[in-house]
């Protein structure tokens, strides 16, 4: 599935300018849109990344998530120090408020989210078996 496609992202994007102008001064770097930091913070959510710096270098690391932020292979992410002044800016309810949208297209495309862990683990037959009590008390004398 491609989330891209999936979700409505016009949709998100207007909830977000409403509170969330851009700015167009000619002095200084150029604003990332708030649409485009959205996305940094759902990847946060989504593949459960403790913090912001980790954020900033997975970003500039995966390809998937270049892809998804629509980053080309030259650009950078933005610094780790951005996602917690924007992240202050949306607030909770806001937040909250997008991603219940979300949902909603989801549940209009008959999509559900569930949340898990996966775990990696294998059975590996061992080489030798444990001595027995008898065998190590005749060792140890």
Not at 42 to 53: A, G, T, V, Y
Not at 54 to 66: K, M
Not at 100 to 114: A, D, P, V, Y
Request: proline share 5%.
């Amino acid at each position: 599935m491609n989330l891209d496609k999936t979700i409505i992202w016009d949709r998100i994007e207007g909830i977000l300018m409403r509170d969330y102008p851009v700015g167009y001064k000619k002095e200084g770097n150029k604003a990332y849109p708030p649409l485009f930091l959205f996305k940094c913070l759902l990847i946060q959510k989504w593949f459960r990344i403790n913090s912001d710096p980790e954020l900033e270098n997975l970003i500039n690391d995966r390809r998937s998530f270049r892809k998804f932020l629509g980053l080309s292979e030259t650009d950078t992410s933005p610094d780790h120090s951005t996602f917690p002044v924007f992240r202050k800016r949306l607030t909770k309810g806001k937040f909250d408020l997008i991603v219940g949208e979300i949902l909603t297209q989801f549940s209009e495309e008959g999509l559900k989210i569930n949340e898990g862990i996966a775990v990696d683990a294998r059975v590996v037959k061992s080489a030798s078996r444990p001595m027995s009590n008898k065998k190590l008390a005749n060792i140890s004398l």
